[in-house]
């Protein structure tokens, strides 16, 4: 499957923006979907994952209450709505497709991943 995560941006801090991550093939459905970032000198860090059905998210707790993961299978997308955004957002965000079950938090256990999208919040 192929990943292509688009709508990042420049926002000032306390703004929202949405990300999107359209996969190519039949199978979005068989994928759990995931959202990780990366910031300039760290390591790849969790954010989001959604199962299969859409019927189960988990967030990392420095996003909780603030983000949302929602996915649409019948047009192969999965969502990152990001409200009260904070300068410590500032990162690549990556979209990821995982054949594992349950909610993996670790970038190795995903299979295949997007381009990633630059969002930049600003104080």
């Known amino acids: 499957v192929q990943l292509q995560a688009s709508g990042g941006g420049l926002v000032q801090a306390g703004g929202s923006l949405r990300l999107s991550c359209a996969a190519s093939?039949?199978?979005?459905?068989?994928?759990?979907m995931g959202w990780f970032r990366q910031a300039p000198g760290k390591e790849r860090d969790f954010v989001a994952v959604i199962m299969r059905s859409g019927g189960s998210t988990y967030y990392a707790d420095s996003v909780k209450g603030r983000f949302t993961i929602s996915r649409d299978n019948a047009k192969n997308t999965v969502y990152l709505q990001m409200n009260s955004l904070k300068p410590e957002d500032t990162a690549i965000y990556y979209c990821?497709?995982?054949?594992?079950?349950?909610?993996?938090?670790?970038?190795?256990?995903?299979?295949?991943w997007g381009q990633g999208t630059q969002v930049t919040v600003s104080s």
């Open positions: 990821a497709a995982s054949t594992r079950l349950g909610a993996p938090t670790w970038p190795g256990l995903y299979d295949y």
């Open positions: 093939g039949r199978t979005f459905n068989t994928f759990t």
